[in-house]
């Protein structure tokens, strides 16, 4: 279910479930900004993870990285989309394994202190690629 607030409207939200040894994961979502204003957006919390960060995948030298992102701005009357090998929300060390099927609810805050609350079903990594689908659309 899509969670709106004020202009923003947060998508087709998934935690990326992966083997129980792993200490972190990823959320994937649309961020769509139907206001007339830009607006910054910052990792919240979970009770899922310690910590949350956005991160952004970069490419240089050939190399592909994970960068800590402060805040990424949504421009008004657009959409940002948080997917694999491109902005995403990480969710550092987890609590507990996450199973498919099960929930993982946590926040993003705006830059004016706005806190939005997500609840995202955890997909297993073997499983995503139709929920994936549904952030990107049918691109060729």
């Given at each position: 279910?899509?969670?709106?607030?004020?202009?923003?409207?947060?998508?087709?939200?998934?935690?990326?479930?992966?083997?129980?040894?792993?200490?972190?994961?990823?959320a994937?979502?649309?961020v769509?900004?139907?206001?007339?204003?830009?607006v910054?957006?910052?990792?919240?919390?979970s009770?899922a993870?310690?910590?949350?960060?956005?991160?952004a995948?970069?490419?240089?030298?050939?190399?592909?990285?994970?960068?800590m992102?402060?805040s990424?701005r949504?421009?008004?009357?657009q959409?940002?989309?948080?997917?694999?090998?491109?902005?995403?929300?990480?969710?550092i060390d987890?609590?507990?394994?996450l199973?498919?099927?099960?929930?993982?609810?946590?926040?993003?805050?705006?830059?004016?202190?706005e806190?939005?609350?997500?609840?995202?079903?955890?997909?297993?990594?073997?499983?995503e690629?139709?929920?994936?689908?549904?952030?990107?659309?049918?691109q060729?």
């Amino acid at each position: 279910m899509p969670v709106v607030t004020q202009a923003l409207e947060i998508k087709n939200a998934y935690v990326r479930g992966l083997p129980p040894n792993q200490r972190n994961t990823a959320a994937f979502f649309t961020v769509e900004n139907a206001g007339a204003e830009a607006v910054e957006l910052q990792a919240g919390s979970s009770a899922a993870a310690a910590q949350l960060e956005i991160h952004a995948h970069r490419h240089q030298n050939g190399m592909m990285s994970m960068q800590m992102q402060s805040s990424v701005r949504v421009e008004a009357g657009q959409s940002l989309r948080f997917v694999p090998g491109g902005y995403h929300l990480m969710l550092i060390d987890l609590k507990r394994p996450l199973k498919e099927g099960e929930s993982v609810s946590f926040s993003l805050r705006t830059a004016d202190g706005e806190e939005l609350s997500v609840t995202a079903p955890v997909i297993s990594v073997l499983n995503e690629a139709s929920a994936l689908n549904d952030i990107i659309g049918n691109q060729p």
